[in-house]
């Protein structure tokens, strides 16, 4: 197996695919979007509990959850990304989301140690960077309020 | 027999490597490749011929306008059309269908009448159905798939229920480019006939694989693309018979479709000319002429048994593999293979494959409600052409067998 090959399919990357976590939808769910590559047909829906602060402090997420279908990179991406967004606030989610796109436009791991670092070897994959931000698309959708599917077409990414 | 092995050495792109591996080209249903006569005749019309065609007089233009006309005769010869006129240059299939939709059926449809559909249309052969049945108040109506996995083709027996009075129009693909079904065309024009329903063959998937005579088939309209023949693309052509036609008022209205004009009315020409406004694609439909030779000199009966016999041996191949779900008839079938795995995605499968030079197709294929129906959201397709080989066949079972192990499956 070539070494662009490998990087894309990380150990990080099967595991989360073949175990997906916080799969399913989420019954105190509070906010839903729902994401879509329509080039290849994967979708993505994000389920999430905003829990009100106390005042003067941001929401932050309690609780989310993801559903779809779509390709291990995909699957592995949307269930790393419900393991990093629990506890952040929006501008935290919308922060991290900028990382993560760097790293799999650019292939440049981040700093601080973190398990987004898998997604590096996207950046080899062009075709592939919409599969590893799909879920990331619905959730921050989810975050905005904004009920509009999220597509991957009308991202620049 | 045509010598298989010899013919690969037509066509100069196969000659490559990719990712180290020599290319095994199996996407053949998306588009074929161009033998080197069809890209030497596109060089030798842009290098000797160019010019603009008709009103010209001059050598130059009068070459072209032979060559293009002299195409438009030999893909008429092609699909044994009784009349060059009945050829209509477009760029392909989808532009021939939306041709009919709204033309024909922008002249002909009433609210309350009926466009008979298939459950395996491609898009192309859908949505302009949908936007005409917008625009007249016409309505879609569906002729049902057979099996969970496609494998009994269209449900025939369902035609009577089907095909009623208020049916005008009856579209349908002749092969399925997800499913590989090769449709029984005859007959179910001759059932469309009987209720006066005119007939619209979507044969984008047949055209460079079987024997297509349209006047055996018995259809009304015929549509297909050059670049899934051996030719180029921005090619392609739609049959219609004469008689309707000419009864055609044109789609689209520009320079050459034009008898008379006046500031506030024209006079169009009669077909072919009447839908082909403004500078056609002559180049190419140039080069189009020479795919035909080069398809009729291998024999288009030859090239299904080549074909079919490559999709029968892959079919045969996969079907053992751990929880494969191929979908198509078992039998026989046009030369490709679609199928899908509970565990693991078609677009992780391709690019695998292209790991080790192979070129295959994972999605919906332009089919997301024949997908939907199937409760998929995409599958895996292999498709062979004249060049491929039963070894070819060898490298792709064993590449996808190991795309399996690694993903964790057999
Ligand atoms: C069955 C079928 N119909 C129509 C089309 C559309 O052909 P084109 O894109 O050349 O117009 C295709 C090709 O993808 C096809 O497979």
Redesign the pocket.
Known sequence: MSADLSDLYQQVILDHNRRPRNRGKLPTANRVAHGDNPSCGDQCSVYLRLDAGVPGQPDRIGDLSFDGSGCAISQASASLMTTQLKGKTAAEAEALYQNFHAIVTTGKEPEEISDLGAFAGVHAFPARIKCATLGWHAALNALKNDATPATTESHTD | MPDWKKIRSDFPVLDQQVHGKPLIYLDN??TTQKPRVVLEALARFYARDNSNVHRGLHTLSMRATDAYEGARARVGKFINAADPAEIIFT?????AINLVAASWGGANLQPGDVILLTEME?H??LVPWQLIAQRTGAKLRYVPILGADVEGGLDLAQLDALLTPEVKIFAF?H???TTGTINPAAHLCSRAKKVGAITVI?G??SIGHLPVDVRTIGCDFYAF?G??MAGPTGI?ALYGRRALLDAMPPWQGGGGMISLVDYFESRWKPSPERFEAGTPNVADAVALGVACDYLDALGRDQIAAHDGALARLAYEKLSVLPGIRLLGPRGERSGLVSFAFKDVHAHDIVTFADEDGIALRGGH??NQPLMKKLGLTSTTRASFYVYNTAEEIDVFAASLRRILKFFGGA
């Open positions: 249903a998306a760029r392909g299939t989808t532009e491609h192309s052969n693909t092969v399925s480019n979507d984008a998937q693309s670049h899934k392609g294929h332009c």
